[in-house]
């Protein structure tokens, strides 16, 4: 296991490009692998869930080849013509990829075995296992809807309406995937708007997909989207932004970090993921977005981060499908800033890579920061930040990183800012959505020490 020790830096400086963003990059191979002729794919994550994915949409018939750093091309086979796959997919630690798939084949006649790793088989699938068995399919699955799961899809499905019951953006995406090979208009609601890059890219690819808005009493919002299925989907190309959930740990850690002026070039800025921005702006960050643009119908920008104080946040649950990936790290953030913070109504965090309430929660505890575990998120007490008078967390402690890559990166950040270094047991799992963080960061004025199995240290700036 390669553990990791992140040290104080001085100050980040510098341009940070970041790898392609993990939710487009499965969304781009799946669709194009349902789309007549050939995708051009752009800026691919090559990160370990997105070969999982690759891999899987490969044994389903697509022609997928790669011809450079992040170009790909796609030969799709139209819905109802994939193959079946020889052996189980394995999906390795991504729930994306396995969930999405699961949606695409329950209207499809074959029969599919999903395996994962001890992190996924840990997961939940029920939540897919539900609306897919809606269309027809037939599910089979570990105690308490975990993998390995089996579906057996069906050739003949029927349009279905369904309103998901938790907001996931994979339940979702799921969902529009088994209905894209269902005759008829099939329309889901969601009472919270979850990241909406299925829609945005479906549409690109020639979906008949309607997207509306809906306001709830409470002033939020939820959408209602219908979508015609056996529309034939053309193959397109797809330029995948630079992920902002990446791009997230040098902005936080150029935020805390004093002295710190970086650039994070050509980020995703789309607004259902971009919570944190505003949550931070609350706690008094200041982060400027140039050069906005648009690609392949996603929005993008130049982010420009200089260290400030962060004062303290209780943020709005209702906000949290927006930055449901970016908690770990904003937890991180709390930590560092002046007043006591307070995160509520985040039970979906249990159930991610890991139980990212617990380990977080551990993980600050064990580098002196006092934090309480409640049910469905945290209260934290912030060591002051970089305000006048204010302090660092303590750090010096050593935490587990659970499997989870999200709360691998968060615990480096915190040493980065800490009094004292932070050890983390093992980094390995970073590679699955964020290959060269370390070296990234270390690019920028971190020092995050990787110890080889022998224990030689690598990657030291
Ligand atoms: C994702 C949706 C989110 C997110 C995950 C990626 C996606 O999961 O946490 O990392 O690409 O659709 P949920 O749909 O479970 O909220």
Redesign the pocket.
């Known amino acids: 296991m390669p553990a990791c020790v992140s040290s104080q830096a001085t100050a980040l400086k510098g341009t940070a490009k970041i790898p392609g963003d ?2 487009i990059s ?2 781009a191979l799946i669709f194009a692998a349902l789309a007549s002729g050939e995708s051009r794919i752009e800026g691919l994550l090559e990160g370990e869930d997105v070969l999982h994915t690759a891999d899987a949409v490969r044994a389903l018939g697509a022609r997928v080849a790669r011809d450079g750093q992040g170009g790909w091309r796609v030969t799709g086979v139209a819905p109802g013509r994939l193959s079946q796959p020889a052996a189980p997919l394995q999906m390795g630690n991504s ?2 990829g396995a ?2 798939l699961m949606g695409l084949v329950a209207t499809q006649p074959m029969r599919v075995t999903f395996i994962g790793d001890d992190s996924l088989s840990r997961r939940p699938m029920g939540r897919i296992l539900e609306p897919v068995s809606l269309f027809g399919a037939e599910t089979e699955s570990a105690e308490g809807g975990r993998l390995p799961v089996t579906i057996t899809g069906t050739g003949d499905p029927a349009p279905q309406s369904y309103e998901v019951p ?8 799921a969902f529009l995937l088994a209905a894209l090979n269902t005759p008829g208009i099939s329309s889901l609601i969601e009472p919270l708007e ?2 909406d ?2 829609e945005r890219m479906l549409a690109a690819f020639g979906a008949d997909i309607t997207v509306e808005q809906q306001q709830n009493k409470d002033g939020t919002c939820g959408r209602r989207i219908e979508i015609t299925g056996k529309t034939p989907l053309t193959a397109t190309k797809i330029i995948v932004p630079r992920d902002f ?1 990446s791009a997230a740990f040098p902005l936080v850690a150029a935020l805390l970090v004093p002295g710190s002026d970086i650039v994070i070039p050509g980020v995703g800025i789309n607004p259902l993921r971009t919570g944190l921005l505003e949550i931070l702006g609350h706690m008094g960050a200041v982060i400027g977005i140039v050069n906005q643009r648009e690609e392949a119908g996603e929005p993008i920008g130049d982010l420009h981060v200089k260290s400030g104080g962060l004062k303290a946040v209780t943020p709005d649950a209702a906000l949290a ?1 927006r930055l ?2 970016e908690y770990p790290l904003l937890f991180v953030a709390a930590a560092s800033a002046s007043g006591t913070s307070v995160f509520r109504g985040l039970g ?1 965090l249990r159930v ?1 890579e890991s139980d990212r309430i617990s380990a977080m929660v551990a993980g600050l505890a064990a580098n002196g920061v006092a934090v309480e575990e409640l049910e469905d998120g945290l209260v934290i007490e912030g060591c002051g930040g970089i305000l006048p008078g204010g302090g660092r967390p303590p750090g010096g402690g050593s935490v587990a990183a659970h499997g989870d890559h999200r709360v691998a990166m968060a615990f480096l950040v915190l040493g980065a800012v800490a009094q004292n270094p932070v050890t983390l047991d093992d980094a390995a799992m970073i590679a699955t959505s964020f290959p060269g963080f370390i070296e990234l960061m270390n690019g920028l004025g971190c020092r995050m020490v990787q110890q080889s199995a022998a224990g030689v240290s690598r990657n030291e700036r």
């Open positions: 993990k939710s499965h969304r729930g994306t969930r999405l938790v907001p996931s953006a994979q339940v979702k995406s979850t990241r890059h299925s959930s499908p449901i990936d979906e991610k």
